[in-house]
């Protein structure tokens, strides 16, 4: 184990952890953050999806040795981080995006980051920003409601 410090939705945690373990398991275990949820653990399904300095990157990959001098953002912290995350988190609610909501912190991380870039995205652009693996298959209604998060 090694003692590491990390900086999490813009505060320092110190964590004796072994430096090849996964980011998403610290976020989870502990810290306690379990909003960020491991899916498939082969970085396809980005339900792990945090940010990275600001970019949408898939935690379960990422080594605690890696991210020592980076600002993570996670699902319980995108609020704070972007103006457009309460737009997008009521939006997802609205149009009842989520069926059994696994994927939706992912999502939601995603569509925050596709929006903060692209005010008014078509669905094209919303289909290449955001990768994810939905197994209720709820896509027409994430992207219904990235639409209206976007105000169209």
């Known amino acids: 184990m090694t003692v590491m410090t990390i900086k999490v939705n813009g505060t320092a945690y110190t964590v004796d952890v072994d430096p090849a373990t996964p980011l998403l398991w610290v976020l ?10 491991y899916g498939c653990g082969v970085e396809i399904c980005r339900a792990c999806t945090v940010w990275i300095d600001g970019s949408p990157e898939k935690s379960c990959h990422l080594l605690m040795k890696d991210v020592l001098k980076v600002a993570i953002t996670t699902i319980e912290g995108v609020a704070a981080a972007s103006p457009k995350a ?5 939006a997802f609610l609205d149009v009842q ?3 059994c909501g696994y994927c939706q912190s992912g999502m939601i991380m995603c569509a925050v980051k596709l929006l903060g870039s692209k005010a008014k995205p078509t669905d094209a652009d919303i289909d290449a920003a955001m990768g994810n693996i939905c197994a209720c298959g709820t896509y027409p209604r994430v992207r219904a409601a990235i639409k209206k998060a976007s105000g169209q």
């Not at 275990?29 to 949820?37: A, E, I, P, R, S």
């Not at 309460?86 to 009521?90: D, G």
């Open 86 to 90: 309460a737009a997008v988190q009521k």
């Open 97 to 99: 995006a989520p069926q």
């Open 28 to 37: 989870r275990d502990v810290l306690g953050m379990t909003g960020t949820k």
